[in-house]
Nanobody, 122 residues
Framework: QVELVESGGGSVQAGDSLRLSCVYS????????MGWFRQPPGKEREFVAG???????YYADSVKDRFTIFRDNAKKMVYLQMNSLNPEDTAIYYC????????????????WGPGAQVTVSS
């Protein structure tokens, strides 16, 4: 019943910025933690950023001071602003709804979008 769809991905050069969007359909968005994950080629899915329903934000060390997560409860959307992109940021990016208050691992998320490709060239 819950669906998420990412948008805003694409191909950019190192140093550029992108903003990913995720639209949510279903119940309990405003009282759920949301997060962004990414999966580089040949690697496991990894945590990128999370935001609680009280608007507390937390990030992976690799994206701190470069990425910003925020949400719009009226629109049921969550965003990921990505600045100073590096080739190492190349991955499929997923938005997801968390299970607990401050989920960080992929095992603490239960609904996932289909993903959006982000490619950063040198």
């Amino acid at each position: 019943q819950v669906e998420l769809v990412e948008s805003g991905g694409g191909s950019v050069q190192a140093g550029d910025s992108l903003r990913l969007s995720c639209v949510y359909s279903g119940r309990t968005f405003s009282t759920s933690a949301m997060g962004w994950f990414r999966q580089p080629p040949g690697k496991e899915r990894e945590f990128v950023a999370g935001i609680t329903w009280t608007d507390s934000k937390y990030y992976a060390d690799s994206v701190k001071d470069r990425f910003t997560i925020f949400r719009d409860n009226a629109k049921k959307m969550v965003y990921l602003q990505m600045n100073s992109l590096n080739p190492e940021d190349t991955a499929i990016y997923y938005c997801a709804r968390g299970i607990g208050a401050r989920p960080r691992t992929r095992y603490e998320y239960e609904y996932w979008g289909p993903g959006a490709q982000v490619t950063v060239s040198s």
